[in-house]
Each structure stands twice: as C-alpha cells, then as structure tokens.
C-alpha cells in the first residue's frame, strides 16, 4: 500500500497536498480537486448556457442562484466522472507514467471505496439536479449514458475526443433547460459549438500522452492528427467560435456578447499560435488556459444578459 499522502505525478503544490487531511487525500485526488480544470472546462458551457438563457427571457433575477447551483454540480459530477474514469481505466492508468501514481493504482484507495465514493458523488449531483425543473432534470439525467461510455471510447476509436465533447458540453444544453423549460436551435448550435471547442482543448491535453498512449494501444486525436495538430485545431476552434457566433445571433445577443465572442476567439487563436506537441509542459499550459477563454465568453454573454434584462 502507497503513502496516504503521496502525490500524483502530475499534480503538485496545490491545497490537497498541503492542507487536506491525510486520510482525505487520496479520495480528493481520484475526484481531481487537485486539479479543478476540468471542473471549470464542465462548468464554462452550463454558464454561457444560463447567460444566453436568461437573456432571451429578460430577467437575470434568478441567475446568481443558477450560476451556483452548476458551480456546485460541475465540481461533483466532474468528480464522480473522473472517479468512474479511474475505475475503468485501473490497468491502462497503471502503464502510463504520467498517471500511474494515481490513486487507484498507486493502491491508496481500493476499489470498493472508489465505487462508494463514486454512489455519493452521484447523490450530492442528483440533490443539485432536483433544484431545477422538471424537464432540466430528465435532460441532466440523459446525459450519463454519455458519460458511462466515454471512458471505453479510447479503446475503440482515435475519436474519443468527440465523445468527451458530447459529456462535457452538455452543460450548453442545461442553461436554456432550468431557465427556459425548453431546447431550441440557439441551444444545440451552442451545443455543437461547445463540443467544437472540447475536441480541440482535449486534443492538446493528449499529446502530453501520445508515446504511452502509442505504445499501449490507447487512442487519441492527438495520435490521429500527429504533425497536423496546428491545423486540425485551427478548424475545430474556428467552427466553435462560428457556432457559437450563430447561438449568440439566434439568442438575440447584442455587441457586449460579440465582444466576449471576439476575446474568446483571440485567446483560441493565441493557442494556435504557440502549440508545440514535443512540449508536454506547454500543452498543459495552453490546456488550462482554455477556462481564461471560456470565462471571457461568459463575461461578455453575462454582461450582455444585465443589459437585456435591464
């Protein structure tokens, strides 16, 4: 059995290493609070959806309280997510260096209690569910067919990015569901938007794995697109910032989200820009600078929501 308190290897320096209890560590770590970027990536599509959302019905009276309720869901279900990711990927993580000093199969925690973890994240999610409506309720809950099947999809296709997209960017769906009791095309062209933008975050996120996932038979875009990365991820995050451009026009949206838009365009551009897929470091760096994107979008949607409503 591995130390309590030893750290992943990819994950160093944060509050869970320095100020959770010992016996707390290693449950955090497999839920990923050591590294809530992902959480934020989850969070980003749910809060331009509850922006553009509450924007076209003209009042923001209850949006500081939706804003809090998917804060609170994201950060768990992201949890719960990672964890049911973990238990699957047991044996693969095990072959990775970067992730093979992970919970599970570092043996800091044991199957069955990543299982019971895994039951009460879902319970805190489903509590933050049963908030909204009906219909927002059987729309969240739709969503885990998607979220059960992603962690196979790296077995079987070079796509699993896609598939990541599909869970993680139903978020954009869950704004228009609690506000508006309904999906529209701003919703699903916000969807196909967000999706757009997951593919290519995610893409750069693994090349920091591509020789090890080569070598055990894991598959990625990163290992499909290779040497032609930079292009691929000038067409997907082109095609975000145009459906998303289309989302904003069918919601109504004025310039203050078109500013937001343009930020966020640039700021995807910039990593364009400086990708280089032989640097494991800076391919995290540009990982994570996807939620600086994200909250520039939100800013301008939000922002633009007060003025409508206003």
């Not at 838009?261 to 540009?286: E, N, P």
Request: aromatic letters at 10%; one cysteine or more; a neutral charge.
């Amino acid at each position: 059995m591995s130390d309590l308190s030893g750290r992943v290897a990819d994950s160093t320096g944060n509050w869970v290493d320095s100020h959770a209890p010992s016996w707390a560590r290693p449950y955090l770590r497999l839920a990923r609070y050591d590294r809530p970027i992902g959480s934020w990536l989850l969070l980003l599509p749910c809060w331009w959806s509850a922006a553009l959302a509450s924007g076209i019905a003209g009042d923001v009276g209850s949006l500081p309280l939706m804003l809090t309720l998917f804060f609170i869901g994201a950060f768990t279900m992201r949890g719960a997510g990672c964890t049911w990711n973990d238990i699957t990927d047991r044996d693969l993580d095990a072959s990775v260096e970067r992730t093979r000093s992970r919970p599970l199969p570092a043996g800091q925690v044991s199957l069955a209690g990543a299982l019971t973890f895994l039951v009460a994240q879902a319970l805190v999610g489903l509590i933050v569910l049963l908030q909204f409506n009906s219909f927002a309720i059987v729309t969240g809950i739709a969503s885990l067919v998607i979220v059960a099947v992603y962690p196979f999809m790296k077995r079987i296709t070079y796509w699993p990015q896609v598939v990541l997209g599909l869970a993680f960017s139903w978020g954009a769906l869950m704004g228009f569901a609690a506000t508006l009791g309904a999906l529209g095309p701003a919703a699903f062209t916000l969807y196909a938007g967000a999706i757009s933008w997951v593919i290519g975050y995610d893409t750069i996120y693994a090349h920091q794995d591509r020789e090890d996932d080569a070598l055990i038979g894991v598959k990625s875009t990163a290992l499909l697109f290779g040497e032609n990365t930079r292009t691929m991820l000038a067409l997907f995050y082109a095609l975000a910032v145009v459906l998303i451009g289309v989302s904003i026009y069918l919601s109504g949206a004025g310039a203050t989200a078109c500013v937001g838009l343009l930020a966020f365009a640039v700021h995807l551009a910039w990593q364009i820009r400086s990708i280089r897929i032989d640097d494991a470091a800076l391919c995290l760096r540009l990982f994570k600078s996807n939620r600086d994107a994200g909250l520039l979008l939100f800013a301008g949607l939000v922002a633009d929501a007060a003025m409508r409503a206003g």
